[in-house]
């Protein structure tokens, strides 16, 4: 890997909620095409981490770079463009809730990358079509279910045409037969090379995506690695997983 | 009781005009009301500390100082001292549209808070602006969420307007008492005077019904919201 291959890189980020400290110094590199998974109990600071990585939580301290240039997160206008160039998936979706799922779409290509609404429109379906939704295109969100408002969230992020993709457990909203679908464009997105932070308790997303693992707890990733290295009795995340399994009757 | 009748009959004319007066000041002031108030929600919601302040002093201010006192005062105080020439129809409406504004702020700044934060988020991470999440997302919610309680404010600012009568304002209020106190036939003018008044805001509340169901969002409850 040369250096030009890294993605996003953060250092140092720390942040505080009224004097308890949530994130202690965390750092990530993400090279193109990279997976990287953060597990670990509640409370361990993988949503505020993710949140941070695109300032929706503004960090106490920290140095961003993207593709290896400072970002200067103080700056709106380049925290503007910074953001689009890093989209999120949610747990719980945040769809417009007063917008179409091709309107959800389009809304940002057109007000942000100032598109036509023609070419705003190709793009969205051709979006909502990789994720299997061509024909819910005129649905509102309240009109859909769990699966599809997530897979709705998705290809509205991709339109964007992210550099990275952090996802905020993205299927665990999602009653257990619904995860399915979503888990599915997921892979798929894995399979075409896009770079992800993922936080997930999926334990078949964990095992199969994972090109790195990182524990966190109380503010620090106190261990990481790849699968095969970290998913081995006696580590941390093991037996986070054994958990994992053991609540879900998932067989490794 | 022809007589009666027929003194109806002759001030109607001149009562259902004053209804043309009495519209004219509630559309002037709910719509005053409607971009002041809906300027102040956001700025009470997004703005900076100072700015919630100010605006907290104003909506304080017209919320806590009877109409009648803010008419007087603005009219023969406010206005004059500023050099203003205005009509009694074109201060009132503007008294009431300040003191609607005051009002609505808190109808709109309560819908803004009512929406699910996450949408905010989502609209950032796509690399929307905040005034572009404000006009294209946050609005466009809060609005809808606030028609029955705006539709509710319309009723109670038709109705403050009847006081206009004390500044001259030629609306039904002030016609009804000059016909009453010509022909002493107070029952039946003020009873035609009400009605006027029953009519007009039972329409106006029927059509913001309507506007409600026509921009309801389809997938939630029918009952709107």
């Known amino acids: 890997m040369t250096r030009q291959d890294t993605i996003l ?51 106490d301290s920290g140095q961003f770079w993207l593709e290896e240039r400072p970002v ?12 689009q160039q890093v989209g999120m998936i949610f747990q719980d979706f945040n769809l417009f809730d007063h917008l179409t799922a091709m309107d959800n779409v389009t809304l940002a290509l057109r007000k942000v990358k100032k598109m036509d609404k023609k070419a705003a ?51 665990s909203a999602l009653d257990p ?76 | 009781m022809p007589e009666i009748i027929a003194i109806i009959k002759d001030a109607l004319p001149y009562l259902l005009s004053g209804g043309l007066i009495t519209a004219g000041i509630v559309t002037g002031a709910m719509a005053l009301g409607l971009i002041l108030g809906l300027s102040m929600a ?19 201010f017209f919320q806590g100082v009877p109409i009648l006192v803010l008419l007087f005062l603005f009219y023969f105080g406010v206005f004059n001292y500023m050099g203003l020439n205005l009509s009694a129809v074109s201060a009132v409406t503007v008294v009431l549209g300040m003191t609607t504004a005051a009002y609505q702020a808190n109808i709109f700044r309560g819908a803004i808070l009512s929406l699910p934060q996450g949408q905010f ?69 003020y009873i035609v005077a009400g009605l006027i008044y029953f009519i007009l805001t039972w329409a106006g509340v029927r059509a913001l019904a309507r506007l409600e169901k026509t921009v309801r969002i389809p997938g939630y409850s029918n009952k709107g919201i």
């Not at chain 1, 990585?53 to 960090?59: E, G, M």
């Not at chain 1, 429109?121 to 295109?137: C, M, N, P, Y």
């Not at chain 2, 705006?150 to 109670?156: P, R």
């Open chain 1, 9 to 59: 890189r953060v250092e140092n980020i720390t942040k505080s909620f009224n004097g308890n400290p949530i994130l202690r110094g965390v750092d990530l590199t993400l090279r193109k095409g990279e997976i990287k998974i953060l597990v670990g109990p509640s409370g361990g600071g993988k949503s505020t981490f993710l949140q941070c990585l695109n300032c929706l939580i503004s960090p």
């Open chain 1, 72 to 83: 200067d997160i103080f700056s709106k206008k380049e925290l503007y463009r910074y953001r």
């Open chain 1, 121 to 171: 429109l190709a793009r969205a379906i051709v979006e909502l079509s990789q994720v299997g939704l061509e024909d819910k295109t005129r649905l509102y969100p309240a009109e859909l279910s769990g699966g599809q408002k997530q897979r709705v969230a998705i290809a509205r992020a991709l339109a964007m045409d992210p550099k990275v993709l952090l996802l905020d457990e993205p299927t």
């Open chain 1, 177 to 252: 037969d619904l995860t399915g679908e979503v888990i599915d464009v997921i892979r798929n997105l894995a399979k075409k090379g896009m770079t992800m932070v993922m936080a997930t308790h999926q334990i078949s997303l964990i095992r199969t995506l994972a090109d790195e693992i990182l524990f966190m707890e109380a503010g620090v990733v106190v261990e990481k690695g790849s699968p095969k290295t970290l998913l081995v009795p006696g580590t941390r995340s093991q037996g986070f997983c054994d958990k994992l399994n053991s609540l879900s009757g998932e067989g490794i």
């Open chain 2, 42 to 60: 956001v700025g009470r919601v997004y703005g900076s500390t100072a700015v919630k302040r100010v605006i907290g002093i104003y909506v304080w």
């Open chain 2, 121 to 189: 988020k989502a609209a950032s991470t796509l690399g929307m602006s905040d005034i572009q999440t404000i006009l294209a997302i946050i609005l466009p919610q809060a609005l809808r969420l606030s028609i029955p309680a705006w539709s509710n404010e319309f009723s109670i600012v038709l109705k403050d307007s009847a006081l206009a009568f004390v500044l001259g304002a030629p609306e039904i209020m002030a016609r009804a008492k000059f016909v009453a106190s010509r022909t002493y036939q107070h029952l039946p003018i």
